[in-house]
């Protein structure tokens, strides 16, 4: 059974920066397009970032783009996002999720596994 876990999570002031990850046991992780989710308090799940399987292609919501990073190690199973110049709107859940039918997508209901999700809190 495919299980996504992320780790990194925590508290930050803004201008900060924190490197999230999100280990993938079974499956054949190279193979997974992954993505990167946030979920503030009181507001829907919101695509942040996602990467093909092989890395070459990602793509990111404007609100992160140019501070937030996406990238893989498919020998470790894990994708990362590092995430720089935090903002205090960057407060949310964190979720990693992937899928293994190609689909290099911001939708959420294209990912078939999804982690539990980390907090990440910037003060400001």
């Known amino acids: 059974q495919v299980q996504l876990v992320e780790f990194g999570g925590g508290l930050v002031q803004a201008g900060g920066s924190l490197r999230l990850s999100c280990a993938v046991s079974e499956g054949t992780f190279s193979s997974f397009f992954m993505g990167w989710f946030r979920q503030a308090a009181g507001k829907d799940r919101e695509f942040v970032a996602r990467i093909s399987a092989t890395g070459v292609r990602t793509s990111y919501a404007d609100s992160v783009k140019g501070r937030f990073t996406i990238s893989r190690d498919n020998a470790k199973s894990t994708v990362y996002l590092q995430m720089n110049s935090l903002k205090p709107d960057d407060t949310a859940v964190y979720y990693c999720?992937?899928?293994?039918?190609?689909?290099?997508?911001?939708?959420?209901?294209?990912?078939?596994?999804w982690g539990r999700g980390t907090q990440v809190t910037v003060s400001s």
């Open positions: 999720a992937g899928n293994n039918k190609f689909y290099y997508s911001e939708d959420p209901e294209s990912y078939d596994y």
